[in-house]
């Protein structure tokens, strides 16, 4: 992930070799335990795709996450043709088993979808998820997409009853390796995130708590939040992803 990070280094030639990929879990269950960062494992499959030494395996993931990841800011289309020539060129026969692992990688961490455009051609377009706009600003190259961690932050504040107390939401990433003051090898340092990068962009409202004395400050969703995805949406996907966060939302649930 920290090769990732380097859009001049990590993210120019698909094809070079790099090391295992680690993904961060982004587990449903909103500030619970969860989230370190961890290699994910393969999805079952034919027995000649197990029997793959899982570092051949995670290389494979690691230069088609790469490959994607660069489609995804260039906001162009690719194909499993040209996935294969591509990146897998070697290794076709294990493309379905690398293209499932990548493609929920790619949800979980980063909060990209891969969508299928043309069954017939087996073409894809990489997409936000939930219609989120925040990464608009990568398409210069700069920067990981962060829609994914915005959808954990959401989720977050609706599980502490939005309005959520910033002391809450600073414990709840702290147990998933994200710091005040340190920067994370995905998400950037939290703080500027979601003070000011997401405020500014409307998709968080960090106000301090009325009469409060020292002042506290707490964490809401913003407009343009609202605009672009709702509260039901966000609860939804995270369902998708763990069906037990269903407790982690029970005035939505009831």
Known sequence: MSELRKPEEGLQDPGEDQGPVEVLLLE?????SASHLASYPPASSSAPVEALPQEILQRMIGKLMKFLLLKYQAKELTSQAEMLSEVLRDNQEHFLVVFREVSVCLQLLFGVDVK????????YI?????GLTCDEMLSDGVGLPKAGFLVLVLSMIMR???????QVVWGALS?????????????GEPRELLTQV???????????????HPACYEFLWGTRAYVETSKWQVMAFMLTVNPRALRAFPFLSA
Do not use: N
């Open 28 to 32: 449903a269950e909103v500030g619970e």
């Open 116 to 123: 299928e455009v043309d069954p017939a051609e087996h073409t």
């Open 126 to 130: 990489l997409v936000p998820i939930l």
């Open 160 to 166: 502490f009853g939005d309005p959520a107390p910033e």
């Open 175 to 187: 147990k998933m390796g994200m710091y005040v003051g340190s920067e994370h090898c995905v998400f």
């Open 198 to 212: 997401w405020v500014r962009e409307g998709y968080l409202r960090y106000e301090q708590v009325p009469d409060s």
